[in-house]
């Protein structure tokens, strides 16, 4: 379900009825059944996930990744994975191993079927060739200026280059001198001849080849003219026998320039079918960017703490925060495949994890705000150990002991001193029942020098723990404590939205996106008190802290300093939302 835009409409996928039941229900495998049915492509489905290494993945990407290996999985068939290696200036092997990681961490693989567009290289020179000879390519020398200038406007023709005739031969002679290197980047570009008159600003005679001296992740400094990507990307669809080109709705008007490609160009494949693009909804969500150049952008100027931060909406810093690729995969499913762009509510996604973690986290006491609390007629010295379940919600995952002594740490705000009518917590001579161990009564407050409350003197009921005479007794509050001599200190981080508007890109005009970041979206907690069972944890365990929301175990843990990242709170604000719905 998503919210449009500037509506109050909601998008809905409606199933097919006459679809089998394992498919998944989208217009997009309604394409691909079609085809099933008509026998296209020899009965092949074979699809492929074509990152740009040049950041790390955003959840935006997550949704192709399971759209994209889904449909395969879903039809029998294969998808690859390619990178768009073709701008060497902005990408980098670490992006190639990020994305490798990401999409094996959800859950995918693509076997044998790694490739990139710098694999084919020499073959997109060489069909560069096949159009300049058909006099369907020319080497222009306009600056990029000067071709933005003669390209006209959406109302307007565009003005034909005085180099677009040049001979057969001049072409060939100066785009073979191009690739070796005799002129200086930017000098020329070699440009698709299709129509400076179509209304399809595409079609005004694109440039298909640039000269750029960069040294390349793969190819090092073999090559000085990359291919742009509308012309690299068709064609490397139709050398991998790609049979559907799903790709977002941005690439719709360039669609034709797709269908140009592998219309003009002899890719020896006609048997076995040729690719088609099929353009579906890029995923928005609410209160972050998804703009690699954007992210990139707040990793470089540091305004998160690398494309790893657990606020920002990468693959990468959705792991570290601890969310689980089951979630992702679930999200990825419920908001559908539409062909109409909108806002999918953050909500959704909190969501989703919650429902995840609900029947696997154990459940653990962790305060994050101590206050110390002597339970004055509790044995000196003793130790109790005291049955708890892990999950109640999850019977098999068992019970636990956890200690109970005579100093104990309760939240600072389980207690007010003039609490309103409401307040079922702890108060001067009110009680509170801890959560599977005793009733206590506050007693006494202790306050320092400045007015602060730093102790409370309480009394227990020995005959309330369970099993006790008065176990039964009714008490309205329940709070999540931790022995004082048994408790570990940790470090717990606090995540909000990155930003503090639903859309930082929909702002008034000259506002930059980067003053609707959050000053808030990250609060540092020290001091916190968590109970013994936690020195086992270990990086990317997940728990729900009693009342606090669900956690992980941070990359920066040690068994010296205990780090957890929130992952999500408790409140659930979006599944009330859609069961009022």
Not at 194 to 210: E, F, G, H, T
Not at 313 to 321: E, M
Not at 373 to 378: D, P
């Amino acid at each position: 379900m998503t919210k449009d835009m500037g509506t109050d409409s909601v998008n809905i996928e409606t199933p097919n009825e006459t679809q089998d039941a394992a498919l998944p229900v989208n217009f997009v495998q309604n394409i691909i059944s079609e085809d099933l049915a008509q026998g296209k492509n020899q009965g092949r489905v074979h699809t492929r996930f074509p990152p740009e290494p040049n950041g790390y993945l955003h959840i935006g990407h997550a949704k192709s990744i399971c759209l994209n290996f889904g449909l395969a999985l879903a039809n029998g068939g294969l998808c690859n994975l390619r990178f768009d290696d073709t701008n060497p200036s902005k990408e980098d092997q670490e992006y190639v191993d990020s994305i490798m990681e990401d999409v094996r961490w959800l859950g995918f693989d693509w076997d044998d079927r790694l490739f990139y567009a710098s694999d084919y290289f020499e073959h997109l020179y060489e069909y560069a060739i096949q159009l300049i000879k058909k006099g369907q390519a020319f080497v222009c020398d306009l600056t990029a200026q000067e071709i933005r200038d003669y390209r006209g406007t959406l109302t307007e023709p565009g003005q034909e280059s005085p180099y677009r005739n040049r001979s057969v031969e001049e072409n060939l002679d100066l785009f073979t001198r191009m690739r070796a290197g005799e002129f200086p980047d930017g000098s020329r570009v070699l440009r698709a001849k299709i129509d400076m008159a179509s209304p399809n600003l595409n079609m005004r005679d694109p440039v298909i080849y640039r000269i750029l001296r960069a040294t390349h992740h793969r190819t090092g400094d073999d090559w000085c003219i990359y291919p742009m990507y509308d012309y690299a990307h068709p064609l490397s669809d139709a050398l991998e026998e790609i049979t559907h080109s799903v790709c977002t709705l941005e690439f719709s008007d360039h669609r034709p320039l797709y269908d140009w490609c592998l219309d003009a160009v002899d890719y020896s494949k006609e048997a076995q079918g040729r690719p088609q693009q099929i353009e579906f909804a890029r995923l928005n969500l609410n209160y972050t960017v998804m703009s690699k150049r954007k992210l990139k952008e707040l990793v470089d100027q540091r305004y998160v703490n690398g494309w790893d931060d657990p606020r920002m909406p990468t693959i990468s810093g959705l792991r570290r925060r601890g969310y689980t690729p089951e979630a992702i995969r679930d999200f990825a499913d419920r908001i559908g495949v539409a062909k109409r762009n909108s806002m999918v509510d953050i909500g959704l996604l909190e969501h989703c994890i919650r429902e995840d973690l609900n029947l696997r986290a154990s459940r653990v006491m962790a305060v994050l705000q101590p206050l110390k609390v002597t339970i004055s007629n509790y044995p000196e010295g003793q130790v109790e150990w005291l049955d708890t379940d892990n999950n109640p919600e999850n019977p098999d995952m068992g019970t636990r002991k956890i200690p109970f002594a005579k100093v104990i740490y309760i939240e600072q705000e389980d207690f007010m001193e003039d609490p309103p009518k409401k307040f079922f917590r702890l108060k001067p001579d009110g009680e509170i029942r801890l959560k599977s161990a005793y009733i206590i009564r506050c007693d006494e407050v202790i306050k320092n020098a400045a007015g602060e409350v730093v102790e409370l003197h309480c009394s227990y009921d020995p005959e309330s723990k369970s099993g006790g005479a008065t176990a039964g007794r009714k008490v309205k509050g329940t709070s999540h404590w931790v022995s004082a001599s048994h408790a570990l200190e940790a470090e717990v981080r606090i995540y909000n939205h990155l930003f503090m508007t639903e859309n930082p890109d929909d702002e008034e005009e000259g506002t930059d996106y980067k003053a609707k970041l959050n000053p808030d979206s990250l609060q540092l907690l020290t001091g916190c008190k968590v109970e013994p069972e936690l020195a086992k944890a270990v990086q990317g365990d997940r728990f729900q802290f009693l009342r606090q929301g669900y956690f992980s175990v941070d990359l920066d843990s040690t068994p010296e300093k205990l780090v957890f990242n929130r992952i999500v709170s408790l409140r659930d604000s979006w599944a009330k939302v859609a069961g009022q719905k």
